[in-house]
């Protein structure tokens, strides 16, 4: 037969490794949580982005983006106005 004492520190030990893999476990999920909101995150700002824009093949086959509007800056009302502006 064996000891009661010796059952019972068994048992305390058993229920100590446990309580530790519990803690342990909690841990990752919480880590597994972060990691999947930051890709979930990563993604939406991926999806966000604006779309590339199209490559189009002219006569000769040359790759040639779509044009973009011009844009010009505000004038502005300070000393150096005047001054020459270079591209």
């Known amino acids: 037969m064996r000891d009661i004492y010796e059952l019972i520190r068994e048992r ?3 229920v100590e490794r446990f309580q530790k893999e519990i803690e342990r476990a909690q841990k990752e999920l ?3 949580r ?3 909101k930051l890709l979930d995150d990563t993604a939406e700002t991926r999806l966000a982005a604006p779309a590339p824009t199209p490559i189009t093949r ?3 086959g040359y790759g040639t983006s779509s044009p973009r509007p011009a844009t010009t ?8 106005a005047s001054a020459k502006q270079f591209p």
């Open 12 to 14: 305390e030990a058993d």
């Open 30 to 32: 919480e880590a597994l």
């Open 34 to 36: 972060l990691s999947a």
């Open 58 to 60: 002219d006569s000769q």
């Open 73 to 80: 800056p505000a004038a502005t009302a300070t000393p150096w």
